[in-house]
């Protein structure tokens, strides 16, 4: 949900930097753009889709989680070109790797999930625990590797939307805007796209 925030924003700010400067939005060429589809399937499959997401066990979910962050940050790593996708990559790099030391899952502190579910109806998940069939794992503070990098963060209270991200989220979502808020931008020449 915090991705298709950037998607929106990005895509509006783009097409009004365009419309401001007398310009239409300017299409870009990518490389590996199919593996970023394809970066998405296990994540969709494992997290997303209803009548999948309960059946998949936990293991194939961690491998399904490192699958599709390892893809996407292959794609980003081969568009570093194009504007926001150093800082995507950044960000996508931040997340696997906090996901890789703490067993394939991103850790979430009971604490965090206590924001979410007031009296205590967050601590009904045990301790290294996959949180419902999400991508979350939770795991105290001390038992996080790098905690810092966790799903740690959340949205201030007078929003009624309640997620955790992490500063790795951050990097993403400002990457994605970015990316598409150059869309708004001026064309640039052939030599300047094959580079």
Excluded: C
């Amino acid at each position: 949900m915090i991705l298709l925030t950037a998607v929106v924003a990005g895509l509006i700010a783009g097409f009004i930097r365009a419309k401001v400067n007398g310009r239409r939005l300017r299409s870009i060429v990518l490389r590996l753009e199919w593996l970023a589809f394809i970066a998405f399937l296990p994540h969709i499959i494992a997290f997303e889709l209803p009548f999948t997401r309960s059946s998949i066990p936990d293991d194939w979910a961690r491998l399904a989680l490192i699958t599709s962050q390892a893809l996407l940050l292959v794609f980003a790593l081969f568009n570093l070109n194009e504007a926001g996708l150093a800082v995507m990559a950044l960000g996508l790099a931040l997340n696997l790797f906090v996901i890789l030391l703490n067993g394939g899952l991103m850790p979430i502190s009971p604490e965090v999930l206590d924001r979410f579910f007031p009296g205590g109806a967050g601590q009904i998940w045990q301790i290294g625990e996959r949180v419902l069939t999400s991508k979350d794992i939770v795991l105290t503070k001390d038992q996080t590797v790098l905690w810092l990098l966790s799903d740690r963060l959340t949205l201030p209270e007078w929003i009624p939307y309640h997620v955790a991200f992490s500063i790795g989220d951050i990097f993403i979502w400002i990457g994605a805007f970015f990316l598409l808020w150059s869309l708004g931008g001026k064309s640039r020449d052939i030599f300047q796209e094959i580079n």
